[in-house]
């Protein structure tokens, strides 16, 4: 039994990690859950937000889109929309993003406009935490 | 023999057309190697999500949720079905959009309650010409496909399910199924069914048991497979996407091949009208000469 498990992230465009991890963050629908080696296998739903993930006693943070996140005692395989590094995201079209989708909650929309934008929103906020940039 | 001018116009007009179609033919090949690297980035992304959707249902087999339901009580030729027909915006692509299009039209004599969600012009312009239901409001491209329209269409599709407008939906899109080859395909979408995704070989060792679902399996399905369903469109457009560009790259290559052969028997046609028309000066010239020696 080792200190680490055997983690897999892929998003729907590429490979995004794939390797021994000590522990893991991720975004689960009713907030932060923590993931530590042999966990109890379990299947749950990703939120978009930022995930953290320890390798080597060093932490990386990454946006992630919608998704879901198979877990097993030895491996952890977590699918989403997107994944990014924070030094990928364009920090001006983030911030961009959260206000055009802030301005579009302003006003009076229907109830599936209303998701669009509050879904816009979250993505832009998500990738703005991890770029540090937020609040 | 048709005279000289003649020739040389038709010559003309074929090798404007050649332009043309070798135009088109690097287009879409440079087109076709984009949306191959697409389609390589996505294929892991795909076999993960439909192994883990099948290893999930596999250890859960008492699961009752909408998304499983078949909807039994309706009666099969009752059923609402809605298809997704993916085609494209143009044509000069060979047989690629007849193929998908008398797929559709074999399924559409099926059930009588159809509803079509069609993507690209020709599609839509055939369906409305043989005066078939169309969802009028699902305009999308078939170019470049991408995960926000995607995410668009599933919405939509997963709504119409939801509020049972729909009881059962199926895409009908062009696979590739080696780099040359390309075959329309037929797959369901919703409600899920457990032995299609048996039928999808994936390597199911690497998975074992299942223990939990957190919060719930309900709340996890609620969020997994409209997800799941967001992920088939997305494959299924770029799958579409680069049999489109592979057809049209060989239907244009044909078309250069035989503007070439034609030139080529045009040219000797022309060259045999020419020599025809030199010897007959000749002769002319000749004849004239000796009547005038006889003189």
């Given at each position: 039994m080792g200190k680490t498990f055997y983690l897999e992230i892929t998003a729907s465009d590429r490979k995004f990690y794939n390797g021994e991890c000590e522990m893991m963050i991720f975004p689960a629908i009713d907030g932060e859950q923590g993931i530590l080696p042999n966990h109890e296998s379990m299947v749950t739903a990703v939120k978009t937000g930022a995930l953290r993930f320890k390798v080597n006693g060093e932490w990386k943070e990454a946006a992630v889109g919608d998704g879901f996140v198979e877990i097993m005692p030895e491996f952890v395989v977590l699918l989403a929309d997107t994944v990014e590094w924070?030094?990928?995201?364009d920090i001006r079209r983030a911030e961009e993003a959260k206000e055009r989708a802030q301005e579009r909650l302003r006003q009076k929309e229907s109830q599936k406009e209303y998701y669009h934008s509050k879904a816009a929103l979250s993505r832009a906020i998500a990738r703005l935490k991890v770029t540090g940039k937020h609040l | 023999m048709a005279n000289m001018t003649e020739i040389r116009s038709r010559m003309k007009s074929i090798q404007e057309t050649m332009k043309i179609t070798n135009a088109m033919y690097l287009i879409s090949s440079t087109k076709l190697r984009k949306a191959r690297e697409k389609l390589d980035a996505t294929a892991p992304y795909f076999e993960l999500l439909q192994s883990t959707i099948k290893d999930i249902l596999f250890h859960s087999p008492d699961i009752n949720h909408t998304f499983f339901?078949?909807?039994?009580?309706?009666?099969p030729e009752d059923k609402k079905r809605g298809y997704v027909v993916m085609t494209a915006d143009?044509?000069?692509?060979?047989?690629y959009n007849h193929n998908v299009l008398k797929l559709a039209q074999e399924r559409l004599a099926?059930?009588?309650?159809n509803t079509l969600f069609v993507i690209g012009q020709m599609g839509r312009k055939y369906f409305t010409k043989k005066n078939v239901r169309i969802d009028m409001e699902f305009l999308y491209t078939?170019?470049?496909?991408?995960m926000w329209r995607a995410r668009n269409i599933a919405e939509t599709l997963v709504d119409l399910y939801r509020k049972e407008k729909l009881d059962e939906i199926y895409i009908i899109y062009t696979k590739m199924v080696t780099p040359l080859k390309a075959e329309p395909e037929i797959i369901q979408?919703?409600?899920?069914?457990?032995q299609s995704f048996e039928e999808m070989?994936?390597?199911?060792?690497?998975y074992h048991k299942i223990a939990d679902y957190s919060p719930s399996p309900k709340v996890v399905m609620d969020h997994l497979v409209p997800n799941y369903v967001k992920g088939l469109i997305y494959g299924a457009l770029v799958e579409s996407f680069s049999s489109e560009q592979n057809a049209r790259m060989m239907a244009m290559q044909g078309a250069t091949e035989s503007a070439k052969d034609m030139i080529r028997e045009l040219s000797l046609l022309y060259n045999r009208a020419r020599q025809a028309a030199i010897t007959q000066e000749i002769t002319e010239i000749v004849s004239g000469a000796k009547a005038f020696q006889k003189k």
């Open positions: 924070p030094d990928e995201i | 339901d078949q909807r039994k009580k309706i009666k143009k044509g000069m692509a060979g047989a099926q059930g009588n309650d078939a170019q470049d496909p991408s979408i919703l409600p899920l069914k457990r070989n994936v390597e199911l060792e690497k």
